[in-house]
Structure formats: C-alpha cells, structure tokens
C-alpha cells in the first residue's frame, strides 16, 4: 500500500505543478483550481493508503481514471503532446499501476481469509 500510496503522491504533485504553469504561463485560474481539487482527491486516497485503509484503491482509481479520460479526450481533441498527450499518457500508468496494485492487495486478502 505505502509503494502506490508514493506513486499517487507524486502523481498529485505532478498536477498541482501542471497547473500552477498553466496558470503562470496561460493565465489560467481553471488550470489551478481544476489540479487543485484533484490533486487534492488523489491526497485523500494517499491518506486512505497510508492509514491502511482498502477503500484507498477504489477512490484512487475512480480519480485516476477520470483524470486520465479527461487528459485523453483533450488531446484527441487538440492534439496537442504538451501538457494534454503527456498527462494522458502518465495518467494511463499511474491507472495500471493503481488497478495492479488493488488486484495484487485483493489476491493477499483473499488468501488471508482462506486459512
């Protein structure tokens, strides 16, 4: 849990700076407030993986997901790599790295109930 909980630390981190430069370079308060609140979803479910809590997972994965559609369907739609082909692709490895480590945890619960 302390593995992915890092990972989606610096995932948060990643777009509270995405959109703090959109908002120094573009002037976009959206950018910042829209990474803001995200980033901030994402702490809540690091906070859940750190206190050991499984419901951490799911809450992640939602979040991660849909940031990653998000990111996905602006570059589709702009075809733009920066930031939009970027953050889709990270979005997209911080989703399988998420949804790999849920499986994994639920595999060690399943185990630990069947003894």
Known sequence: MKKTAILLSMY????????????FVAGSTLSLVTSGLSAALLCIGVYALFTD????YPFSLVVT????????YRYAKTMAIMPSGMM????LLFLLSTL???????KKLREKRSY
């Open 12 to 23: 948060a981190i990643l777009l509270t700076a995405g959109g703090c430069v959109g908002y």
């Open 53 to 56: 809590n499984f419901w951490g």
């Open 65 to 72: 997901t849909l940031l990653f559609l998000f990111f996905a």
């Open 88 to 91: 889709s692709v990270v979005g």
């Open 100 to 106: 790999s480590a849920m499986v994994k945890e639920i």
